[in-house]
């Protein structure tokens, strides 16, 4: 009997929408996705919001860091569909009573928030999830402050690169598991991204990772009806 795998939007659904969208999110909710991923910065005055980047540009018809505009100031700016660029208070509305788990990558491996840590825990905290947030970064000082301010939730650590001694690692820091682009064969819950092609998928599945992270969802989900039924 194989583990069940979980499959996360990476980004929401990227392939049909535009990433970190709300349209992206709903759509990949509405057709039983089992968890979404998605990044969070914060703006000028401290909103957390769902973006990849530290600026606009890539993404949004405006240009400058996230942190240099109010929420109310970038919510002018709009994604390729139209929207604004969402707050985490969406993304926790539209999953609120879902059965959707979500993986919270805080963006602060290349500027410092000041306080995201202590602001998106209260909020995930005060919020009407049916599963508890699976909280990730590249950076483990983030994961470390995280940790202080509140040890009942899952913290894992984000790395492009093998982790030596991977079981004792996770243990000593108090993680809940890696976020891996490549592999281990490590007894430590791991979930890996990005999986687009079937062939990796299918080893992973049969490796018994704990999730996908995924830019294509309904392809990655076709492929586990087949190895599951
Ligand atoms: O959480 C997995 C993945 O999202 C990490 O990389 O740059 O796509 O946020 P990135
Ligand atoms: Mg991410």
Not at 22 to 40: C, K, P
Not at 107 to 116: C, R, V
Request: with cysteine; net charge negative; aromatic share 10%.
């Amino acid at each position: 009997m194989l583990k069940h795998t979980l499959i996360f939007g990476h980004r929401g659904y990227p392939q049909k929408f535009p990433e970190n969208s709300l349209a992206g999110f709903r759509y990949s909710i509405q057709h039983q996705i089992d968890g979404l991923e998605f990044d969070v910065h914060l703006t000028k005055d401290s909103v957390p919001v769902i973006i990849h980047d530290e600026t606009i540009d890539r993404t949004t018809d405006g240009s400058g860091e996230v942190n240099s505009y109010t929420f109310a100031e970038l919510r002018q700016f709009k994604l390729r569909n139209a929207e604004p660029i969402p707050s985490l208070a969406e993304i926790l509305n539209l999953a609120a009573y879902q059965a959707v788990h979500l993986n919270l990558e805080f963006k602060t491996d290349k500027k410092h928030y000041a306080h995201i840590e202590k602001i998106v825990l209260k909020m995930i905290r005060e919020s009407d999830l049916k599963f508890p947030v699976i909280f990730s970064s590249f950076n483990l000082e983030t994961l470390k402050i995280c940790h202080q301010l509140d040890p009942s939730q899952q913290y894992c650590w984000l790395t492009e690169r093998q982790v030596p001694d991977a079981e004792k690692f996770v243990k000593e820091t108090g993680l809940a598991g890696l976020h891996l682009q490549h592999y281990q064969q490590v007894n430590v819950p791991q979930r890996l991204w990005t999986i687009d092609d079937e062939n990796s998928a299918r080893s992973l599945f049969e490796a018994g990772v704990d999730g996908l992270i995924t830019d294509n969802f309904e392809q990655m989900k076709l492929l586990q009806k087949q190895l599951f039924s």
